[in-house]
T-cell receptor, first 116, second 110 residues
Framework: DAGVIQSPRHEVTEMGQEVTLRCKPI?????LFWYRQTMMRGLELLIY????????DSGMPEDRFSAKMPNASFSTLKIQPSEPRDSAVYFC??????????????FGEGSRLTVL | EDQVTQSPEALRLQEGESSSLNCSYT??????LFWYRQDPGKGPEFLFT???AGEEKEKERLKATLTKKESFLHITAPKPEDSATYLC???????????FGAGTTVTVRA
């Protein structure tokens, strides 16, 4: 299996621009998670989906952030407008119920976002 | 609110010098505690699952243990390839999300 695929791997943008991060989960996984990692705050959960439905979005920082999962094989995380404090590595992870019961998430390699 | 605290933040070891990493947690009920390894520029990779106090899991030079308030990751006779950031995470009942600690960055010198 190809694993979780994220794009872009690196994004540099200017404050105020719209940023869209993309994720393709592992086929057959019905849970998808978006995490953000910074030196200051570590790995924070932003939102997670089950069967394409958002279950918990309490970690989404503010209205500038939105996430969608239009089908089982694709999810996006959008930031509009972006701000310098949004600079971080954004990870997507997927899992199945069986794997989640043992705490196993399968992470992508992350999208490193820099907002100037 | 669930809290996961890892210490130390960084650990520098000589090859063969055994040591332990700590993960203390405060949660409203523990469903499971998990250890992950993260290499630079990569996503975290799953290592272990621990469910109850007294449980131990081993993999090569790593052994994870669990008490009612904390977990330890013991690295026995580490090698340079064990250099990574080690993250612990907790899961509470009736919720599938994982809450992660900040991690311990281990550097093993040859």
């Amino acid at each position: 299996d190809a694993g979780v695929i994220q794009s872009p791997r690196h994004e540099v943008t200017e404050m105020g621009q719209e940023v869209t991060l993309r994720c393709k989960p592992i086929s057959g996984h019905d849970y998808l998670f978006w995490y953000r990692q910074t030196m200051m705050r570590g790995l924070e959960l932003l939102i997670y989906f089950n069967n394409n439905v958002p279950i918990d979005d309490s970690g989404m920082p503010e209205d500038r952030f939105s996430a969608k999962m239009p089908n089982a094989s694709f999810s996006t995380l959008k930031i509009q407008p972006s701000e310098p404090r949004d600079s971080a590595v954004y990870f997507c992870a997927s899992s199945s119920l069986g794997a989640l019961n043992t705490g196993e998430l399968f992470f992508g390699e992350g999208s490193r976002l820099t907002v100037l | 609110e669930d809290q996961v605290t890892q210490s130390p933040e960084a650990l520098r070891l000589q090859e063969g010098e055994s040591s332990s990493l700590n993960c203390s947690y405060t949660v409203s009920g523990l469903r499971g505690l998990f250890w992950y390894r993260q290499d630079p520029g990569k996503g975290p990779e799953f290592l272990f699952t621990l469910y109850s106090a007294g449980e131990e899991k081993e993999k090569e030079r790593l052994k994870a243990t669990l008490t009612k308030k904390e977990s330890f990751l013991h690295i026995t006779a580490p090698k340079p390839e064990d250099s990574a950031t080690y993250l612990c995470a907790v899961q509470v009942p009736r919720d599938y999300k994982l809450s992660f600690g900040a991690g311990t960055t281990v550097t093993v010198r040859a």
